[in-house]
Nanobody, 120 residues
């Protein structure tokens, strides 16, 4: 069974940077497209950023200009690069990615979520 594994969360001061990674549990499986969501305490899960397989990108107004989605195809890994972090960015972040599992099959999976806390 394929899983998406996230890493890179933690505590950071306002103005700092973090990079989250999202990779399939089996490295032979590549990620076509990815959505990054976040959920703050007491709030609904919200879409933060998207990168399609064709290179289309979307960023929520709240993160535009500060977040980006680089990828390393050699590692079949996508990232959420977060700069100039603010306390309001504090949330659990999830990747939701379309994975090529072979045999022309594309499946979407959720990562396990990782906590980002922005605080001084």
């Amino acid at each position: 069974q394929v899983q998406l594994v996230e890493s890179g969360g933690g505590l950071v001061q306002p103005g700092g940077s973090l990079r989250l990674s999202c990779a399939a549990s089996r490295s032979v499986f590549s990620i076509n497209s990815v959505d990054w969501y976040r959920q703050a305490p007491g709030k609904e899960r919200e879409l933060v950023a998207t990168m399609s397989s064709g290179g289309f990108s979307y960023y929520a107004d709240s993160v535009k200009g500060r977040f980006s989605i680089p990828r390393d195809n050699t590692k079949n890994t996508v990232y959420l690069q977060m700069n100039s972090l603010k306390p309001e960015d504090t949330a659990v972040y999830y990747c939701y990615a379309e994975v090529d599992v072979g045999g022309n099959l594309l499946r979407k999976y959720w990562g396990q979520g990782t906590q980002i806390t922005v605080s001084s």
